[in-house]
Structure formats: structure tokens, C-alpha cells
């Protein structure tokens, strides 16, 4: 069986953005980190104070990386690509991070008012209550230069339980 050439002009040409590759724009900057605290006042021991910045990479994709200290003092380290997939119609993210050996990879919808992206996925049970659990994080644009991100995982009897929430300034 011999291999068949595809004529040039049936070969598929490179991605064009969309109108939603546009608001991956909203993360681009260099962004400050403070935690929300806790109902009784007291700092959330998931989330910390720190710094992300986020850039463009071509017109297709948003790269970010973030720093962010505990309040133990402990320190992560992070990286996140975010994309709007035309393939799948549908926006598409992974996460790394110094504290994790997993690749968190996420599908997510972003809200018919574009103020709300929710990244879904799959991942190690933190509670230690299953092998796996799914999480649900959520980038809320409050406006050009505020944003929360507020993460949640779904327990053993399908509730979905917030783990951290942080605020976001842009400073640049």
C-alpha cells in the first residue's frame, strides 16, 4: 500500500482567530494576588498573596505564570495556557504547578455575558476521599482591571465545595 499525497489546496490551513480567541485579552497583564478570607475572617489556607502575569502567544493562546506565597510561608510556583479550540468549539486550559506532579487539563464554557469563565476537569482527590474528583474553577472578570478566582471540588455526594478564593488587581 502506497503512501497518497494530499493535494496542497485540500490541506488544512493554519487557525484564524475567532471573536473568542479576543477575550483571552482580558488576563493579559501583570496581575496582584490577595486571598479572600475565610467567613470568620481568617486567611484560607489554599490561597496566598502574590503576583501572575499573563501574555499572548500568537493570537491563538494566553500563557500565564504566577508566584504565590502560603500563609505558612510555603511557596508555588504555576504555569497556565488557556485557548479557544475550534476543533472542539469550545475553550481548553492546563495547569501546572511546583506543588503537583499532575497536568490538570480543563474544558471550559465562558458565560453568554463573558464575564464568567468555568474551567472543568478532572483530578487527584485533595480530600483523599476517591482516587480522582472533579473540580470546577472559575475566572470572574469584574472589570478591565479586577478578576476573582475561586475554586471548587465536588465531594463524594455530589457537592460542589469552595477550596479557595483569591482577588486579582492589575498593576500593569
Known amino acids: ?13 493554519p487557525t484564524h482567530p475567532t471573536p473568542h480567541h479576543a477575550w483571552l485579552h482580558h488576563l493579559v497583564g501583570e496581575w496582584k494576588t490577595e486571598p479572600a478570607p475565610n467567613e470568620d475572617g481568617t486567611p484560607d489556607e489554599f ?4 503576583h501572575e502575569s499573563y501574555k499572548m502567544f ?21 504555569r497556565m495556557g488557556l485557548g479557544y479550540d475550534v476543533s472542539y468549539s ?10 503537583s506532579s499532575h497536568l490538570w487539563k480543563y474544558t471550559c464554557e465562558l458565560s453568554d455575558d463573558h464575564k464568567i469563565l468555568t474551567m472543568n476537569c478532572e483530578g487527584p482527590d485533595m480530600m483523599g476521599d476517591a482516587p480522582s474528583a472533579l473540580y470546577r474553577d472559575i475566572i470572574e472578570i469584574i472589570d478591565e482591571d479586577h478578576r476573582t478566582h475561586t475554586s ?4 463524594k455526594d455530589g457537592n460542589w465545595t469552595q477550596y479557595m478564593k ?3 488587581t492589575r498593576v500593569k
Not at 2 to 10: A, F, K, L, R, T
Not at 66 to 72: A, K
Not at 90 to 99: G, H, I, L, P, S
Open 1 to 13: 500500500m502506497s503512501e497518497q499525497e494530499i493535494p496542497e489546496e485540500d490541506m488544512p490551513g
Open 47 to 50: 490561597s496566598g498573596s502574590g
Open 58 to 78: 500568537g493570537d491563538l493562546w494566553v500563557l500565564g505564570e504566577g508566584e504565590i506565597t502560603f500563609p505558612d510561608g510555603s511557596q508555588m510556583l504555576s
Open 90 to 99: 469550545e475553550y481548553r486550559a492546563f495547569w501546572v504547578a511546583t506543588v
Open 152 to 155: 471548587t471540588m465536588q465531594d
Open 166 to 168: 483569591n482577588y486579582y
